[in-house]
């Protein structure tokens, strides 16, 4: 049985759970081969159809790395001309290809930075969505740091394995965030990012090593808990 194409009840790190969209994407280039088209209109055509196929999955799975070679390997052999039997050489390294605008590159999207990007939207999501549903059923399951802002780090085996994934993400997802100060009561004074761009702890390690209580709050610290600091 599936559901908006995908297979209910498979384990999300098989690679089989992507055999939906790679035929998808076979069946793309298939009615495409006989055509011609111009690079720029193989260019418009990764970035409209073949890089957005695979969405709905990168924004809840972690790609494996071999689902993600291969469908870049379609895109590769799509904008250089090379399909099926025939060879085209790829006179540009992926890397570059996949480079921003702004560089002179193609912009053409890395599938594994564009997984990570829609997996941190549900970290994201996670810290703003208070009261969603779905929060709450996570919550049951595992257990929230301590300012709720994310899960700790998921070690059961069942029942939890699309989330212990997207968990696996906290710690990039992390360095990107900046907190900003209101009471002080749910920022950790040492290791949470809310003093320019680093920790105070890797500011200041000498201080770290010599300080009583690194488990302290900002307003624990300021002695100002429950004012605006």
């Known amino acids: 049985m599936t559901y908006l194409g995908l297979l209910l009840g498979a384990a999300s790190r098989t690679a089989s759970l992507w055999d939906p969209v790679i035929e998808r994407l076979e069946r793309c280039l298939a009615g495409w081969k006989r055509m011609y088209f ?17 969405t709905y999955f990168l924004s809840l799975f972690s790609i494996p ?54 997996l ?26 301590w300012r709720g802002c994310c899960i700790k780090e998921v070690r059961s085996a069942y029942g939890v394995g699309l989330w212990k994934h997207i968990r696996r993400g906290w710690e990039v997802f992390s360095r990107y965030t900046h907190l900003c100060l209101g009471e002080g009561t749910r920022i950790k004074f040492w290791y949470d990012t809310w003093c320019d761009h680093v920790t105070l702890k890797d500011s200041f390690p000498s201080l770290f090593r010599v300080a009583r209580d690194t488990d302290v709050s900002v307003a624990d610290v300021m002695g100002r808990s429950g004012e605006q600091i």
Not at 85 to 113: A, D, Q, Y
Request: with cysteine.
């Open 120 to 145: 941190g939207k549900w970290l994201w999501s996670y810290h703003k969505e208070l009261e969603a549903l779905w929060k709450m059923v996570i919550e049951s399951k595992c257990e929230s740091l």
């Open 38 to 54: 111009s690079k720029d209109g193989r260019i418009t055509l990764i970035k409209s159809t073949l890089s957005n196929l695979p």
């Open 65 to 118: 790395t071999n689902v993600a070679l291969r469908l870049e390997k379609f895109q590769r052999d799509f904008l250089w001309g090379g399909m099926g039997e025939e060879f085209k050489f790829h006179l540009v390294k992926w890397e570059k290809v996949c480079s921003p605008l702004s560089n002179g590159s193609l912009g053409i999207r890395n599938m594994r930075t564009f997984n990570q990007a829609l």
